[in-house]
């Protein structure tokens, strides 16, 4: 009975020092990404990706690092800028991270004789502890609403 309690207690014991319950904090990391993107930094965009990450927006899905980078990533950072979000949802554990909520945007002409837009829908972007113990973007979602013209 003695040796039963010391294995219990033992279990007990590896248990919770090997089930650490340390969460990241998710709003530290999408301020990471919002920051890079406001100051149109790719390369540490990039490098908050996972390389398995999605990116969905309507009917667009690319999936895969190299995807990402260049459809999503190099092809917009040039239309947009002074991306915000208010967050309505979050959540972290040991392994996954998200926020979700609205986002809004400057979207700046393509021609000279355009004029500047404005931009605005739903969002979630999903985190996830990679094996090197480092977070990366897994999932990036967009739901744009129509693009409004400012005058």
């Not at 991306?83 to 972290?92: D, M, Q, R, Y």
């Not at 837009?117 to 990679?130: C, H, P, T």
Request: aromatic fraction near 10%; charged fraction near 25%; glycine fraction near 6%.
């Amino acid at each position: 009975m003695k040796n039963l309690l010391y294995i219990l207690f033992a279990t007990f014991f590896l248990a919770s020092c090997s089930d650490s319950k340390e969460e990241v904090n998710v709003q530290e990391l999408n301020q990471q990404f919002i920051g890079a993107w406001n100051s149109r930094d790719s390369d540490k965009i990039i490098s908050l990706l996972a390389d398995d990450v999605h990116f969905l927006q309507g009917e667009v899905h690319f999936s895969g690092k190299s995807e990402v980078s260049d459809k999503w990533v190099r092809e917009t950072l040039g239309t947009i800028t002074d991306l915000k979000t208010n967050v309505v949802s979050t959540g972290t554990d040991s392994q996954i991270a998200y926020e979700a909520g609205t986002f809004s945007v400057d979207v700046l002409p393509s021609t000279p004789d355009e004029p500047h837009a404005y931009g605005e829908g739903n969002f979630i972007l999903l985190w996830k502890k990679a094996e090197d113990g480092n977070w990366k973007l897994s999932y990036a979602q967009l739901e744009d609403m129509p693009v409004v013209a400012r005058n």
